[in-house]
């Protein structure tokens, strides 16, 4: 089993900045890829951004290339989001998760989630 802990949401006014963590334990050998997802009020969850956890490669959401930078530090267990510009409908419960396999931009390829942690975006 993964466990993966969020933290570092909060509110914050439009253009300002946060860095959310994604702290692993567990078996987290038996994971390759860790993502961002993120769901607003009334809408599906969506994919934010992904990293490959041994080579570093990124994806990212069109609505957040060039605001948001999706890092990792292997030796912590640790996936970083460093958010900047940020904008109200950037407002939403922000989740991480971990998939076995490489590459997984939907949900449905993600294995473990951890419990979210809300990003207020105020105008």
């Known amino acids: 089993q993964v466990q993966l802990l969020e933290s570092g949401g909060g509110l914050v006014q439009a253009g300002g900045s946060l860095r959310l963590s994604c702290a692993a334990s567990g078996r987290t050998f038996s994971f390759l890829t860790v993502g961002w997802f993120r769901q607003a009020p009334g809408k599906e969850r969506e994919f934010v951004a992904a990293i490959n956890w041994s080579a570093g490669g990124q994806s990212y959401a069109d609505s957040v290339k060039g605001r948001f930078t999706i890092s990792r530090d292997n030796a912590k267990n640790t996936v970083y989001l460093q958010m900047i510009s940020l904008k109200p409908e950037d407002t939403a419960l922000y989740y991480c998760?971990?998939?076995?396999?490489?590459?997984?931009?939907?949900?449905?390829?993600?294995?473990?989630w951890g419990q979210g942690t809300q990003v207020t975006v105020s105008s």
């Open positions: 998760a971990a998939a076995r396999k490489l590459g997984q931009l939907s949900e449905g390829g993600y294995d473990y």
